[in-house]
């Protein structure tokens, strides 16, 4: 079975650029999650979506960041304008909708804003 | 405030012992607590889960404890290898929301 697939896995941008990440969770899956890991801050939950609908986002730093999930096997988080602290890798996760799974994460995308 | 802690040093240790790893929260009740493992490049992979009134599970060579009065959960591979070295996560869930939080990890290093 494919496992959660991101893309892009690396991205170099300047400050200023919009940069835009996907992700396709695992099919029959009715939660994802989109995390950012850093040295000093480890991984940190933005946004979790239920069935396409966004349930927390009290993770997502600022106004700069934003994601959607259109339907089931896609989302999106977009960083508009992006600055040099939005430097990290960003993983998205996905679980089955029933209490205590584990979640399944992708490889993620390193992002390098210049 | 709510805080997890794990050992941001490194844990170094010879082939064939058994590695134990600390995982220690304060300010939360989680109804259950899962441990991940992520190699260098790579997503977080789960590994094992146990709940709230479970004291321990077993899983091949891991082993993991809860001890929600300590608010500790305890991590250990037995007969270590080289292979198991990378970083492992763990994290806490405090309902049904599927929701984790994650501590920042310990990184085990196997050495022959």
């Known amino acids: 079975d494919a496992g959660v697939i991101q893309s892009p896995r690396h991205e170099v941008t300047e400050m200023g650029q919009e940069v835009t990440l996907r992700c396709k969770p695992i099919?029959?899956?009715?939660?994802l999650f989109w995390y950012r890991q850093t040295m000093m801050r480890g991984l940190e939950l933005l946004i979790y979506?239920?069935?396409?609908?966004?349930?927390?986002d009290s993770g997502m730093p600022e106004d700069r960041f934003s994601a959607k999930m259109p339907n089931a096997s896609f989302s999106t988080l977009k960083i508009q304008p992006s600055e040099p602290r939005d430097s990290a890798v960003y993983f998205c996760?996905?679980?089955?909708?029933?209490?205590?799974?584990?979640?399944?994460f992708g490889d993620g995308t390193r992002l390098s804003i210049l | 405030s709510q805080k997890i802690e794990q050992n941001s040093e490194a844990l170094n240790i010879q082939e064939g012992k058994t590695a134990t790893l600390t995982c220690n929260y304060t300010?939360?009740?989680?109804?259950?607590l899962q441990w991940y493992r992520q190699d260098p490049g790579r997503g977080p992979v789960f590994l094992l889960l146990?709940?709230?009134?479970?004291k321990e599970k077993r899983k091949e060579r891991l082993k993991v404890t809860f001890d929600t009065t300590l608010k500790q959960s305890l991590f250990h591979i037995t007969a270590s290898q080289p292979a198991d070295s990378a970083t492992y996560l763990c994290?806490?869930?405090?309902?049904?929301?599927?929701?984790?939080?994650f501590g920042t990890g310990t990184r085990l290093q196997v050495t022959l």
């Open positions: 994290a806490l869930g405090t309902g049904t929301a599927s929701k984790l939080t």
């Open positions: 146990i709940r709230e009134n479970e």
């Open positions: 979506f239920n069935n396409n609908v966004p349930i927390d």
């Open positions: 300010n939360y009740s989680p109804a259950y």
């Open positions: 099919s029959g899956h009715d939660y």
């Open positions: 996760a996905s679980s089955s909708d029933y209490s205590n799974q584990p979640q399944h």
